[in-house]
């Protein structure tokens, strides 16, 4: 895929993403949305018609660069097991004889019968985690800045283009995006919060059925219970309580992890990405957020996107005992870190009183999503991502 080619596409989904979650923004005051000289009301029905709109055809312009035999090969499998489900006429046969996530497979079994093109099945995944990322910002209640548009690009846009491949990985932060919302939601109602909880556990059980890398998520639902009914010095305690039980037990159960995930083993002998860079980064953001910490958190929404920014830190425990595919769990964490730096932005305004760390916060800040968008681009040869390809629709 030409690097031209590829802004072009992330400058279109970065406007998608908040024209869905902030309709406002090309909606009239007098809640009338104009359209090729067309008139619509404004209405529940008719609020999300950019997503619709744009949805259908971002995704299916993406497919028709994407070359499905390059790469890590993971795309073509999923093709795969798309054609072999018409030869099972029980879900359950089709599901014994594959050991890929359930979820995934049931629904992958289900399309199968329905329609002989894999590109539909591919349209509703991705409109699925196109509708996540987009939800995920509106209930974040984020204003739109110019920080934020360029986070969006270089640390949100790449969940889409790299889920062209690492399809089950995708769906897995998608669902856990839904759940990262549903938190986000303040209920008064003891019986809407009772449905909340439901609604948050079932996204979080969704996430793990595509992907077992959503086993994340009740990390950060955890901590984010703790950071609720405690205060910071306490959520500080037993952050770094469990990241050093984690250290420790990642050590242990390495060595015994065929006992209890066999399919896993293979990616021991894969060679570890640098999460480091990831994890040095992170501790700048956080340590930038502590020094204002009482202007970031005057936001409460902002607590929970902390939350997530800590959580990534057992990342490194996790990376300890599967190697490589543990770093996949950073996709869940980058629409938050994204926000994050949005906040931090703002916070760290020039003024007269204070010129010098204000100006060298923000160059670090531009820094830290440039780097991370850099690190995509140059690793698209390992999701054959750099090919011309136009035979690809089925």
């Given at each position: 895929?030409?690097?031209?080619?590829?802004?072009?596409?992330?400058?279109?989904?970065?406007?998608?993403?908040?024209?869905a979650s902030k309709p406002e923004l090309i909606i009239s005051k007098n809640d009338k949305w104009y359209l090729?000289?067309?008139?619509?009301?404004?209405?529940?029905?008719?609020?999300?018609?950019?997503?619709?709109?744009?949805?259908?055809?971002?995704?299916?312009?993406?497919?028709?660069?994407?070359?499905?035999?390059?790469?890590?090969?993971?795309?073509?499998?999923?093709?795969?097991?798309?054609?072999?489900?018409?030869?099972?006429?029980?879900?359950?046969?089709?599901?014994?004889?594959?050991?890929?996530?359930?979820?995934?497979?049931?629904?992958?079994?289900?399309?199968?019968?329905?329609?002989?093109?894999?590109?539909?099945?591919?349209?509703?995944?991705?409109?699925?985690?196109?509708?996540?990322?987009?939800?995920?910002?509106?209930?974040?209640?984020?204003?739109?800045?110019?920080?934020?548009?360029?986070?969006?690009?270089?640390?949100?846009?790449?969940?889409?283009?790299?889920?062209?491949?690492?399809?089950?990985?995708?769906?897995?932060?998608?669902?856990?995006?839904?759940?990262?919302?549903?938190?986000?939601?303040?209920?008064?109602?003891?019986?809407?919060?009772?449905?909340?909880?439901?609604?948050?556990?079932?996204?979080?059980?969704?996430?793990?059925?595509?992907?077992?890398?959503?086993?994340?998520?009740?990390?950060?639902?955890?901590?984010?219970?703790?950071?609720?009914?405690?205060?910071?010095?306490?959520?500080?305690?037993?952050?770094?309580?469990?990241?050093?039980?984690?250290?420790?037990?990642?050590?242990?159960?390495?060595?015994?992890?065929?006992?209890?995930y066999e399919r896993f083993v293979y990616y021991q002998g894969l060679e570890a990405n640098p999460a480091y860079k990831t994890y040095i980064a992170n501790i700048f953001l956080v340590a930038t957020i502590f020094y204002?910490?009482?202007?970031?958190?005057?936001?409460?929404?902002?607590?929970?996107?902390?939350?997530?920014?800590?959580?990534?830190?057992?990342?490194?425990?996790?990376?300890?005992?599967?190697?490589?595919?543990?770093?996949?769990?950073?996709?869940?964490?980058?629409?938050?870190?994204?926000?994050?730096?949005?906040?931090?932005?703002?916070?760290?305004?020039?003024?007269?009183?204070?010129?010098?760390?204000?100006?060298?916060?923000?160059?670090?800040?531009?820094?830290?999503?440039?780097?991370?968008?850099?690190?995509?681009?140059?690793?698209?040869?390992?999701?054959?991502?750099?090919?011309?390809?136009?035979?690809?629709?089925?």
């Amino acid at each position: 895929m030409d690097l031209f080619i590829l802004f072009a596409f992330g400058i279109c989904f970065v406007i998608v993403v908040l024209s869905a979650s902030k309709p406002e923004l090309i909606i009239s005051k007098n809640d009338k949305w104009y359209l090729n000289g067309g008139c619509f009301s404004v209405n529940s029905k008719t609020r999300y018609f950019p997503l619709l709109l744009f949805v259908f055809t971002i995704f299916i312009c993406l497919a028709a660069f994407q070359n499905i035999y390059g790469g890590i090969y993971d795309l073509p499998n999923y093709k795969s097991f798309f054609d072999d489900s018409k030869n099972y006429s029980s879900l359950k046969d089709f599901l014994n004889n594959n050991d890929k996530e359930f979820l995934y497979m049931t629904i992958t079994w289900i399309f199968g019968h329905i329609t002989n093109s894999f590109s539909i099945l591919l349209l509703f995944f991705f409109s699925f985690i196109f509708y996540s990322i987009a939800f995920f910002f509106k209930i974040s209640n984020i204003k739109p800045s110019a920080m934020l548009y360029l986070a969006v690009f270089c640390l949100v846009f790449t969940i889409i283009v790299q889920s062209y491949c690492l399809l089950r990985t995708g769906l897995s932060v998608a669902a856990g995006l839904m759940a990262f919302s549903e938190v986000q939601i303040k209920k008064l109602n003891r019986t809407k919060v009772f449905w909340q909880i439901i609604k948050t556990l079932f996204w979080t059980v969704v996430a793990v059925g595509f992907h077992s890398l959503g086993l994340f998520v009740f990390s950060v639902l955890m901590m984010n219970w703790i950071y609720e009914k405690s205060n910071i010095k306490t959520f500080m305690f037993f952050f770094v309580l469990f990241f050093l039980l984690g250290y420790i037990g990642a050590k242990v159960i390495r060595g015994m992890i065929s006992s209890f995930y066999e399919r896993f083993v293979y990616y021991q002998g894969l060679e570890a990405n640098p999460a480091y860079k990831t994890y040095i980064a992170n501790i700048f953001l956080v340590a930038t957020i502590f020094y204002k910490k009482r202007h970031f958190f005057q936001k409460k929404g902002n607590a929970f996107h902390f939350v997530v920014l800590m959580s990534s830190f057992f990342i490194y425990d996790l990376e300890l005992l599967m190697t490589s595919i543990m770093f996949r769990m950073i996709y869940f964490t980058r629409p938050s870190t994204a926000i994050i730096i949005a906040e931090l932005w703002k916070i760290y305004a020039p003024k007269k009183s204070e010129i010098i760390a204000p100006v060298l916060i923000r160059i670090l800040l531009i820094i830290y999503v440039v780097y991370n968008f850099y690190g995509f681009v140059i690793a698209m040869p390992r999701y054959g991502l750099n090919f011309y390809d136009f035979g690809y629709v089925y």
